[in-house]
């Protein structure tokens, strides 16, 4: 436990990697490109305006009611998905560095959510643009987004620790990450809402942490408070999460390096 | 104030492989290496080193030589704390600067500038440090204008001046180098020798791997041949030089 507090400290001071290493990636990713990042933008309007015009006539529903909702979810869920994959490489897609130098390894992880946050943040243009667009207004429990923000860092924190670990131990798993991913937002309440959901089937959505993720950030966005529900089973789960992760990375943190 | 100390160390690397039981035989057989032990149906251990206990104090230099495979890198990963021994106790006190593989952790896309400030913000500087550094390093590479085109137009040689300049910046206790000047050319070495004879004149303890006899008895006042992962021979320069020309 303590090597592992001592990493955090680590991680704090040595922010300036992390900061440079995901503005970096971003900035390699996109040279030579002429919008650059704004291409994440653009790939998620062009999303969002699809499945938005096309959801809404299956449902029956007022777009201009529908295309917030689809926004929100679909930017929130473009940073779960791609922190869950990525996940799976952030130690061994860092071996040219964790070969080289002695770092802690939660540097990698807060490159790796750092870098999905910068993303994040250009993709709000889409929801600022669909809100505009839909008159959208927003109020006061707006606020809320900020906690459940946090909550969605520590969440990314732990699973990263876990997905880093496992996979880069066995192969297989960033595989099986990959190919579940799609099935994973199809039960989530992404392009659809909870009560359309018949009687108990409601429990797809109650167990699926992902769906408790998105609400908590959603709702406030687009004017209800979060419920007291999805804050509870996150918290739990956060503790779970963190234990596994901890009682991992003690064990085998030494041995990761051999992996890659 | 440096100091390295190893007492009984061991270090194991598994290898996983679906296929490793065909490659047994050949893989035993090899003359060079560690040496290969099965441990379950598709995994193997990598005796990497074996029991290797020495110490260092501040004015050694250590050449380390021996086959490619005997442990020359291990040893040196396992000094920068980047490889944990899987048995056994490593100390070392000191600032750890490291001088390995040059072609990794770069940015292709990015200027031969970009990567020497995130090289050298990776190797412990802050940003703000980093850039004071900056024309200070870019100056030794003496790359000029390339600095400012991207690191995949680089040859070897290019490499090996940006990845220097960043790693022997700075007042590092440690200086660990492995086998690197194979691509440079004959300026850049001499100048490079030179700079890491002020850098070892000033910190503590030097460490370089390598199979030139002559860079190795230029720079080291201490020789180590290792062998399938063990200490063969250790001590003074020429003592052991003559034992490895002897065949050793």
């Not at chain 1, 909870?194 to 959901?197: A, E, F, R």
């Not at chain 2, 990497?48 to 029991?51: D, G, H, I, T, V």
């Given at each position: 436990m303590k090597t592992i507090i001592a990493e955090f400290r680590e991680c704090v001071t040595r922010r300036d990697v992390w900061l440079l290493l995901s503005l970096y990636d971003i900035r390699a990713r996109y040279k030579?490109?002429?919008i650059g990042p704004f291409w994440l933008t653009l790939g998620t309007a062009i999303t969002v305006l699809g499945m938005g015009v096309v959801w809404s006539s299956i449902f029956g529903m007022n777009i201009t009611e529908f295309l917030p909702y689809v926004a929100v979810g679909m930017v929130i869920w473009t940073y779960l998905s791609s922190v869950l994959n990525e996940g799976c490489a952030a130690f061994s897609s860092q071996a040219g560095i964790i070969h080289n130098v002695k770092m802690s390894y939660f540097v990698y992880i807060m490159t790796l959510i750092f870098r999905n946050l910068v993303i994040l943040l250009h993709n709000c243009f889409v929801i600022v643009a669909v809100f505009v667009l839909c008159g959208q207004t927003i109020n006061l429990e707006v606020l809320w987004i900020i906690p459940g923000l946090i909550l969605m860092i520590l969440h990314s924190f732990w699973v990263c620790m876990i997905m880093g670990i496992v996979a880069a131990r066995y192969r297989d798993i960033a595989s099986i990450v990959g190919s579940i991913t799609v099935l994973i937002m199809l039960v989530t309440p992404i392009m659809w809402k909870?009560?359309?959901?018949k009687g108990n089937r409601q429990l797809i959505a109650l167990v699926n942490p992902f769906a408790h993720m998105i609400n908590i950030i959603r709702d406030p966005l687009l004017g209800s408070p979060p419920s007291l529900e999805s804050y509870i089973i996150l918290t739990g789960l956060l503790f779970v999460g963190f234990s596994i992760a901890c009682d991992l990375y003690r064990r085998c943190a030494n041995f990761v390096v051999y992996w890659m | 104030m440096s100091k390295i100390d190893l007492r009984n160390v061991h270090v194991d690397f598994p290898i996983y492989n679906a296929n490793a039981f065909s490659l047994r035989h050949s893989f035993v057989k090899a003359a060079t290496g560690g040496v290969l032990k099965k441990r379950t149906e598709n995994s193997y251990t990598v005796s990497?080193?074996?029991?290797i206990s020495f110490s260092l104090e501040p004015g050694d230099r250590l050449g380390l030589i021996g086959?490619?495979?005997?442990?020359k890198t291990t040893l040196l990963k396992l000094l920068a704390g980047i490889y944990a021994p899987t048995a056994g106790d490593v100390e070392v006190v000191g600032k750890v600067a490291t001088l390995f593989d040059v072609l990794l952790g770069t940015f292709e896309e990015m200027t031969g500038y970009e990567n020497l400030y995130v090289s050298s913000v990776l190797r412990g500087k802050t940003c703000a440090q980093a850039k004071a550094s900056l024309e200070e390093m870019g100056k030794f590479t003496e790359l000029g204008d390339y600095l400012?085109?991207?690191?995949?137009?680089?040859?070897s040689g290019m490499r090996l001046r940006v990845g220097f300049a960043v790693s022997t910046e700075g007042e590092p206790d440690i200086l660990l180098v492995d086998e690197i000047f194979g691509t440079g050319d004959k300026g850049f070495v001499n100048k490079s020798v030179e700079r890491l004879t002020a850098l070892i004149e000033r910190a503590g303890i030097f460490v370089f791997s390598s199979h030139s006899e002559a860079l190795v008895s230029q720079l080291c006042n201490k020789v180590m041949i290792l062998e399938h992962g063990e200490i063969k021979a250790f001590g003074e320069t020429e003592e052991i030089l003559s034992l490895y020309r002897g065949g050793v």
């Open positions: 030579r490109t002429v909870i009560d359309m959901l | 990497a080193l074996k029991n086959h490619n495979g005997s442990g400012h085109v991207p690191m995949r137009t680089y040859s």
